[in-house]
């Protein structure tokens, strides 16, 4: 059958309210350049790994896709460069995480990314993007210490997808819901499906979803620590999305602005420290400190 003919049978098929019709990605499509004094170069990485524990796992699979986009409305552009590299973890791959990405031991023996390349294809970049920052983030700082250096955004936490009635943010069915699908569970076809996805209207606001990810990534965020919280209140301080981390043996709470502090203390004070006023940390955070293991700029506050 021939591509035109296909082509109609799809388009007819679109105009059916009982159908959507879902296409295949395709990596190699071009864009056309974007041009203008607002025009700058972005990033959009994945990472494949041994396991889930930056401690003691290791990446085995790093891609990178720098793109052009304009600052002012988050249009995107062509993509500029591309890099993918697999290394040999140094440890057997376990069979569960070969069965997500399909990356075998023999597929990495004797295989180290390039971090000479990878600097080179980061310079002149002004935001790193990952569908999970704090997870690409905490494998490469450690590997590849120029991760440490630039700014980062994080499709997956800085983009209210249920604001545009989008109930899953798992990348696949952001493709799904954006008209699109990709095969395979590797990091080169997932940075270009998040590209294509972060290249779409988002929800009628006039603005892409890049767009809507680089206004958050500008903003400053805020981390509340819950210092000395009583142990009887842990699960009052769970239920509220604190988390425990066990090194500071503390409770932290993230707060997308400043202007949300004076409830968040006025509820520590009341359903945590039993009235009474206690002396916290909070920490400010940008988008080259955001998503890391390091401190942010940090000022104490009271209930």
């Known amino acids: 059958m021939k591509n035109q003919d296909i082509e109609s049978m799809a388009a007819r098929l679109a105009q059916h309210p009982d159908f959507r019709v879902i296409r295949r990605l395709d990596p190699a499509r071009e864009r056309p350049a974007l041009s203008g004094s607002a025009i700058r170069r972005a990033a959009i990485l994945d990472t494949e790994t041994t396991g889930t524990d930056p401690a003691s796992d290791k990446v085995i699979e790093l891609a990178v896709v720098v793109f052009e986009y304009c600052r002012e409305t988050g249009a995107v552009g062509r993509v500029l460069a591309t890099y993918d590299g697999l290394e040999d973890p140094g440890m057997p791959i376990p069979p569960e995480s070969t069965a997500i990405h399909g990356i075998t031991d023999a597929m990495v023996a004797g295989k180290r990314i390039d971090d000479a390349a990878v600097a080179q294809l980061l310079d002149g970049v002004g935001i790193v993007i ?17 991760f440490a250096t630039v700014s980062w955004g994080c499709s997956w936490q800085e983009v209210p997808w249920s604001e545009a009635g989008i109930e899953s943010s798992k990348l696949e069915y952001l493709a799904y819901r954006y008209g699109f699908f990709y095969e395979g569970h590797r990091a080169g076809v997932d940075c270009l499906a998040l590209l294509e996805v972060l290249r779409q209207p988002f929800a009628g606001s006039g603005s892409t979803a890049l767009k809507i990810l680089l206004d958050s990534a500008r903003k400053p965020s805020f981390r509340l620590w819950a210092n000395n919280s009583p142990f009887e209140s842990k699960d009052v301080l769970r239920n509220r999305g604190y988390r425990w981390v066990p090194d500071k043996r503390c409770w932290y709470g993230d707060l997308p602005s400043r202007n949300d502090l004076p409830a968040e203390l006025a509820w520590l004070k009341d359903r945590v420290f039993g009235g009474k006023s206690v002396a916290l940390d909070l920490d400010e955070f940008d988008a080259k400190t955001r998503y890391s293991d390091r401190e942010g700029k940090r000022e104490k506050v009271r209930t």
């Open 130 to 146: 990952a569908h999970n920052a704090r997870f690409d983030r905490g494998f490469l700082e450690p590997r590849l210490p120029v």
